[in-house]
């Protein structure tokens, strides 16, 4: 016995590593959907919102997040996409990050497709915007007088769902997924001025930051980080990246905690 436990001690840790990696790389190739059942208050406003829109309902969602930020990101406008397209919801996509542009051609190459949905019926992406003070305030009058195009330079009113799109009065929400600070100007210069409800998805570690935005009810709702990607693939119902990430990260400390506590049981039982 005594030699049995002196070999585990001496196993070759590369067997070690290659045990954490497959436990990492196993549920990003293949989600587990482990139970997530602390889905937070925050993430839940957000579905609800959508939940309650009538279908043929009106969003903005503003896509401004580069790839530095994208593993954090992605996931969650994947997510809201999908919730949108299944609630027939339809979507205006806008940016102001020159990164996003490529990042959105991505999301939008193979999602339409797999819900039957079609450009210009049911979302349409804008161009990138430099001036985010300008373009979000002036929407509120008129639309057409910032984007004349979408970004394949169609005339935008040419598209059968912008018909009868003018302004914010036909815009039922934003929903403002970054990895900058430009959900602060959504918040103020739309949310607070317009009136307009105004919601979010960041990166884990600017998360704590919107607390007072949250609790002042300037905005309706937050997506924090790969946790709140998972929380809202739950809500939905449709597994994601945001899954399989935390998934990967539950088993790799499950593993790291199990051999922990094996080797100090041994090193107390037969030292």
Known sequence: MKETIQKLLKIDRRYLFLLLTLSILIPILKPLGLPN??????????????????EGSTIICSIDYDPSTAPELHPQATAIIKHAFKKNIK???????????????QLFEKLPAEYGKKYGEDYVVLPYMANIVAVITQLNSNLYSIYEKDKDNKDLKSLPMMKKINNYKDIKGVINITGTAILDYWVAYVGDKFGVPVMGGVTAISQVGYGPY??????KGLIGGMKGAAEYETLIKEPGKGTSGIDALNVAHLLVL??????????????
Do not use: C, H
Not at 214 to 219: A, H, I, T
């Open 37 to 54: 059942k602390s889905i937070s208050r925050d993430v839940k406003n957000i579905y609800n919102f959508m939940e309650g829109l009538p």
């Open 258 to 271: 199990a051999l922990i506590i094996m080797s100090n049981l041994i090193m107390f039982f037969f030292k």
């Open 214 to 219: 949250l609790q002042k009810g300037q905005l």
């Open 91 to 105: 979507v205006i996509v806008l940016t102001f990050i020159p990164g996003s542009t490529g990042l959105i051609d």
